[in-house]
Nanobody, 123 residues
Framework: QVQLVESGGGLVQAGGSLRLSCAAS????????MGWFRQAPGKERVFVAAITWNGGSTYYADSVQGRFTISRDTAKNTVYLQMNSLKPDDTAVYYC????????????????WGQGTQVTVSS
């Protein structure tokens, strides 16, 4: 059974940093695309960043480019999202997801999801 477990969320002041982790288990993710999405209250879930498990190619939403960094540790089966220069607009529940296939920014294309972790950025 595939499990994605996020951690690392919390409350931070604007300009601060957080690092989210996503521990993946239950299968081999070598052909997977690992993504981070976020959902603010009353809004749709949107793409934040993604990384290919094998080659480590990365993709970012324009809104986080240059501030967020996605990475993975294949030995630990863990994906990270380093978030710097946080803004109040970054406040959301952040979800880790896995997709068997090519790059995609659409939540419906992802096969597995974590339970989410809350990130709150105060002004």
């Amino acid at each position: 059974q595939v499990q994605l477990v996020e951690s690392g969320g919390g409350l931070v002041q604007a300009g601060g940093s957080l690092r989210l982790s996503c521990a993946a288990s239950g299968r081999t993710f070598s052909s997977y695309l690992m993504g981070w999405f976020r959902q603010a209250p009353g809004k749709e879930r949107v793409f934040v960043a993604a990384i290919t498990w094998n080659g480590g190619s990365t993709y970012y939403a324009d809104s986080v480019q240059g501030r967020f960094t996605i990475s993975r540790d294949t030995a630990k089966n863990t994906v990270y999202l380093q978030m710097n220069s946080l803004k109040p607009d970054d406040t959301a529940v952040y979800y880790c997801a896995a997709r068997y296939g090519a790059r995609s920014i659409h939540p419906a294309d992802y096969d597995y999801w974590g339970q989410g972790t809350q990130v709150t950025v105060s002004s």
